[in-house]
């Protein structure tokens, strides 16, 4: 080999060690990068959690776990519990998963499993999609011009019908409820469900569907049978988002609960939830009921986060399952 034969080799070595080092210098780059992105995340989480707790600790001291269990609400006594608020949101939520997740479901079933033509599905999905960027205001708007007038003969007749049902008694229903409440939230929650539940259809094997056809399974047996349980971890991870979606929701609850501080276990009469009195009452608060309101907050995120775990143990039960 001829001197310059190893020079040109030389410098091809030097030119593929430097294009290495640029390589490998980038990738630890953006992996470093990513991990200060994770860890920003995780401290903005934290000093949410810190800052609402610091500012709930008057409240906390002053009112213990009493606050939990309280039913009145009054700034002029400086009187503070949020047990009916506790039950508007558990009840509203409920409602909402109760209407959404049949909704959802057979939603996403209609569209990945081939019931009709592409030219169909195709703007079902994107009105699906234009319901989540429809503003929760307007659908607060929408409930009290449109869907009250709309149900209020209905809700008169299930509670003349069924008064002696604690969840259907009470007056005969005027406007705002915690069921109209747990309608419209129902409408902002089933595009969740329907989005992920469709996405866990189309990521299953095909040769999943194709089995069960071949075995001599009819489509609905094959949907109920094999796709459904194959797809569950999927299913309760949507629920499971839904309902945290529900939970947190403020605008619908603040305009059409009613914002009844008390409890009232008819589902038809006015109620109030976590959400919608912070929003309510939070502009003209002093300063031990702004405390208040951020321990209300505090309540609001362990629900949220024993809500989150519950879902966590599920889905890795359901994963669990499908291996």
Known sequence: MTSSARDYDSLQDIS???????????????VRLTLALAVFAGVILILVILQTAEEALPAVQQFGWSFLVTTRWNPVENIYGVLPQ???????SLVALIFAIPLGIGTAIFLTEDFAPKWITTPISFAIELIVAIPSVVLGLWGIFVLIPAVRPIFRAINESMKWFPLFGGPAPRGPSLLIVGLVLSIMISPIIISITRSTFESLPRNLRDGALALGATRWETILTVMIPAGLSGIVSSIMLAMGRAFGETMVAAMISGNANRINVSLLQPGSTIT????????EAGRLQVSALMYAGVVLMVLSLVANVLAEIIIRKFQNVER
């Open 86 to 92: 506790i039950y508007g949101s558990l009840m509203t």
């Open 16 to 30: 593929i060690e430097k294009k290495m080092d640029t390589s490998r210098i980038l990738d630890v780059g953006f």
């Open 276 to 283: 919608g009195l912070i929003a309510s009452q939070f502009g």
